[in-house]
């Protein structure tokens, strides 16, 4: 049996000033439910930038997903309940940033 490379997904969200709580809770809310209705993905992290740096470039929102592999994260693009958030999501996003990468444990 093979074992595939875990991928984290990482999405950073600069949600528009107009952006109100609830709909941000809702949106936080339908974003983790993603773990349930699309299989490969393996955790689902969220949180605000809490970091004092100031390096944040206006990102306020972090969301962190670990799929089975690249695979899994290949289904996860296309799977309908995705692009049904994404509509979801997208009138209330100033800028987006994702990025993708498969944990090593040290360099080399």
């Known amino acids: 049996m093979t074992c595939s ?3 984290r997904h990482i ?3 600069d949600f528009l000033e107009d952006i109100t709580p609830a709909k941000h809770a809702e949106l936080v809310y339908e974003f983790s439910q993603l773990k349930h209705r699309i299989p490969g993905v393996l955790q689902f992290e969220w949180g605000p930038n809490v970091s004092p740096e100031g390096l944040d ?3 306020t929102d972090c969301f962190t997903l670990t799929f089975d592999g690249a ?3 290949d289904v ?3 799977h309908p309940a995705h692009l049904a958030f994404v509509d ?3 009138p209330w996003l ?3 940033l994702v990025f993708d990468y498969q944990p090593r444990e040290n360099p080399g």
Do not use: H, N, Q
């Open 57 to 59: 470039d206006g990102f």
């Open 88 to 90: 979801l999501l997208k």
């Open 94 to 96: 100033g800028r987006v």
């Open 71 to 73: 695979s899994a994260r």
């Open 5 to 7: 490379i875990p991928l």
């Open 76 to 78: 996860y693009l296309a």
């Open 11 to 13: 999405v950073l969200c």
